[in-house]
């Protein structure tokens, strides 16, 4: 009661907070530059109600209230029910059996940001995270399909219908959609056969555009064929055959334990609801699951936010910081009452690693499978494609991972486009948009 009454109280599981919302007016929720993405609004007949007045853009990160609570709203709860404006204002509302002004949650979102990367992701589902590597504050949160936090009265009802029965568009996919991680996967891959072998420098591979890996057939896109490529080539140039050769030479093992030091089938350093990504390759798995594992396909899942984190540590010196979405808490009147600082979850890898990767992945960027985005930007990238099949019928998924400015990291953005073979908007395009954005 003495040391940790604010802390019980503030956790979104405490009913008790609801109360406060007898004499305080819900504070507003507000963008890093500006823009109010929720507040309440109080009508005529002097109902007050939450106003979302950018509709589905934020619907995921910010959630919704009244008939539950989501999102910000959940998890900023309780500092949106307090009130610390002037005493003197206080107790002149309180004598007018008036409600208090409510405080701010200033977030770490950017709009500018966020309406570049919802903008380029048109009509496609899909989900983005941009977080910048040396805070973890998340910049951007997109998940699509999405729904309008102003009419949950017809979200709702949409749900409980026939047709909407089985939709997911209350799930956010950016930290709870379970993605096959395609090629972006190969940058595990790479690190596991590089602390397996020291020489990975002599490392060669001799590309035909498909082989038998294990019993199983391993193609290039389209059947590329490569021809002889180093390990930098084989990264940028994302060569199926290649990182099957790799992936079949690791000790099974081992792999496992590069997978699960980069939080595969760990619990995350995020306070918001996620699903847990895994990887199931052990030291006991069947020699032919790992020409595809190696590749980013078999049975590993993995979210946005995940990828996202993973890039985070390679930007940041194989440091990781714990991602977070509430910057500081503001009373009305613009004063700070709380600021929430960066925090260092550890080490993923070691700074050596982690240049290393960089370098490779600038090569995807300048001559690889993404330079057709970036080799011509006036912004250096280091990052990586993917395509995910994600059924028998060819169609696709398109990832974009990576950072910006890689001597001095300035943005991380992890990217799924669901069904690129149908709708043709990649993951890389997305990320284009938000690069541009920010280095406008």
């Not at 979104?12 to 507000?30: H, T, Y």
């Not at 792999?255 to 995020?270: G, K, S, V, W």
């Not at 993404?370 to 280091?382: D, H, L, Q």
């Not at 950072?403 to 908007?425: H, Q, R």
Request: aromatic share 12%; with cysteine; charged share 20%.
């Amino acid at each position: 009661m003495s040391f940790r009454a604010e802390q019980v109280i503030a956790n979104s599981r405490n009913l008790r907070q609801d109360s406060f919302a007898d004499v305080v007016e819900r504070g507003d929720i507000i963008t890093s530059d500006g823009e109010v993405i929720a507040t309440s609004t109080t009508d005529e007949e002097g109902n007050t109600y939450r106003s979302y007045p950018y509709n589905n853009m934020f619907a995921h990160v910010v959630g919704y209230e009244g008939r539950g609570k989501a999102g910000l709203e959940l998890s900023g709860n309780f500092y949106m029910l307090r009130s610390h404006i002037n005493i003197f204002e206080r107790v002149y509302m309180q004598l007018s059996e008036e409600k208090n002004r409510g405080d701010n949650v200033i977030t770490t979102v950017s709009y500018k940001l966020q309406s570049a990367a919802y903008n380029a992701m048109g009509g496609c589902n899909g989900a983005v995270v941009a977080i910048e590597p040396s805070t973890g504050k998340i910049l951007v949160m997109i998940s699509k399909p999405d729904y309008n936090p102003n009419n949950m009265d017809n979200v709702w009802a949409y749900l409980d219908s026939e047709e909407g029965r089985e939709s997911s568009i209350l799930l956010n996919r950016a930290t709870q959609g379970m993605y096959a991680p395609g090629s972006t996967f190969k940058i595990v891959t790479l690190l596991s056969y590089i602390r397996e072998n020291p020489d990975y420098t002599d490392y060669t591979y001799t590309c035909n555009g498909s082989e038998i890996f294990n019993g199983v057939d391993i193609h290039c896109s389209n059947d590329r064929v490569h021809g002889t490529v180093s390990i930098g080539d084989s990264l940028a140039y994302s060569c199926n055959g290649s990182f099957a050769t790799m992936g079949t030479s690791l000790d099974y093992g081992k792999y496992r334990d590069t997978a699960e030091e980069l939080l595969f089938n760990c619990e995350f350093p995020y306070d918001g609801i996620y699903n847990k990504s895994y990887f199931e390759i052990s030291k006991n798995s069947r020699s032919d699951e790992i020409p595809q594992t190696a590749i980013g396909q078999g049975n590993t899942q993995i979210t946005p936010l995940h990828n996202a984190m993973i890039v985070s540590a390679i930007a940041n010196g194989g440091v990781l910081m714990k991602p977070y979405l509430i910057d500081r808490i503001e009373n009305d009147d613009g004063a700070k009452v709380k600021k929430f600082g960066s925090k260092t979850y550890g080490n993923l890898m070691t700074n050596k690693e982690a240049q290393i990767l960089t370098d490779y992945m600038k090569g995807v960027c300048s001559y690889g499978t993404a330079s057709g985005y970036f080799s011509g930007t006036p912004y250096e990238v280091a990052g990586k494609t993917g395509t995910a099949e994600y059924d028998n019928q060819g169609h696709c998924n398109s990832w974009f991972v990576g950072f910006s400015n890689p001597d001095n990291p300035d943005l991380v953005v992890s990217v799924i486009m669901e069904d690129y073979s149908t709708y043709g908007i990649t993951g890389a395009s997305v990320a284009k948009a938000i690069f541009d954005a920010y280095y406008q």
